[in-house]
């Protein structure tokens, strides 16, 4: 079969199309013919060796949607999809032809997505997801979601709509506000600038008078501005960290207020946790209860080693390899 891997981490060069051998199964697990599987962000840091608990040799990638072809004869023929924190990192994962996993670790796809909007949906929807359970979102929470547009913010608003919570989306340009808006969002769009902390309490105060009970920040870029605008024992789910991770708070306005700061790292979450997630996902696909993402850019698998650069450079989108 087809499959990236690498022997060393620190440079893209490491990163090869490479003939592989098959998988060989072991009891209990199910070789998945990969139909589509997505490109995350922390794929190019496993590849850089940002992330300490790779073990190498590795075929990098952590989602994939596809097609049961061997393994236990009543599973042979399902369409799966799935994440987790091994694929990639500690087992092969799903940038290649083929993938092996355990059969706990495996969902029925949502008849109503493609393969390719499936693949697309496991690491955002399940930081989304536990973002929106450790922020404790129900019906008539107040949530603004920053990074409206982006995969884990676009989850966030799907999971949000599920609950019936109010949402505020909060974007970088007005053609943003223009799509979430046809969605039914209220949203509207905040420029980066030396005053984005006082921009970003005017706007939500202004949607949410007297603050929000939470913000989830997809971006990274404003935990110091969110505190500010949430109201009495808000909450502010962070899950990622610009540059060095280093960010300066005002602890006295977290405390007088009440307010948490929630972590967000979907990489503490096995396959096998996932796949219970995903199984429920996807009722709430097949029953309408959210929708599947747009605008989803396809690469050939032959073309993986060039698009892990293409993003690292500044590449934006959601890109899906098609093996």
């Not at 109010?166 to 769009?189: D, M, N, P, T, Y």
Request: proline share 4%.
């Amino acid at each position: 079969m087809k499959a990236l891997r690498f022997n060393q981490t620190g440079d893209f060069n490491f990163l090869q199309y490479v003939d592989f051998p098959m998988p060989v199964l072991r009891v209990d697990e199910v070789l998945i013919e990969v139909k589509a599987a997505r490109l995350n962000r922390n794929d190019l840091s496993n590849v850089m060796g940002r992330l300490p608990y790779t073990t190498l040799p590795r075929t990098p990638g952590r989602d994939y949607a596809g097609i049961i072809v061997d393994g236990p004869l009543e599973l042979i023929g399902h369409d799966v999809w799935g994440t987790g924190k091994e694929n990639g990192f500690v087992r092969d994962g799903s940038h290649a032809q083929f993938i092996k996993v355990h059969q706990n670790d495996i969902a029925i796809k949502p008849k109503t997505l493609s393969y390719i909007q499936a693949a697309n949906c496991g690491t955002p929807y399940i930081t989304a997801w536990f973002g929106m359970q450790s922020c404790q979102v129900q019906k008539s929470t107040k949530i603004a979601i920053i990074g409206a547009a982006g995969a884990v913010g676009s989850a966030a608003i799907e999971l949000a709509k599920k609950k019936q919570a109010h949402i505020f989306g909060i974007v970088r340009s007005s053609e943003q506000v223009r799509v979430l808006e046809q969605k039914g969002i209220a949203a509207a769009a905040l420029a980066e600038s030396p005053e984005t902390e006082g921009q970003l309490k005017a706007l939500i105060q202004e949607h949410f008078k007297g603050g929000v009970d939470v913000i989830y920040d997809a971006t990274g870029k404003y935990l110091a501005a969110a505190i500010p605008a949430l109201a009495p024992f808000g909450r502010v789910a962070v899950i990622v960290a610009p540059g060095n991770g280093a960010v300066t708070i005002s602890a006295r306005d977290l405390y007088r207020n009440g307010a948490m700061i929630v972590g967000v790292n979907s990489l503490l979450y096995s396959a096998q946790e996932c796949a219970v997630i995903l199984k429920q996902l996807a009722h709430d696909f097949d029953h309408g209860l959210m929708q599947g993402y747009e605008n989803i850019q396809t690469h050939a698998l032959s073309e993986a080693v060039q698009t892990y650069q293409d993003l690292n450079n500044g590449m934006s989108g959601m890109h899906v390899f098609i093996p």
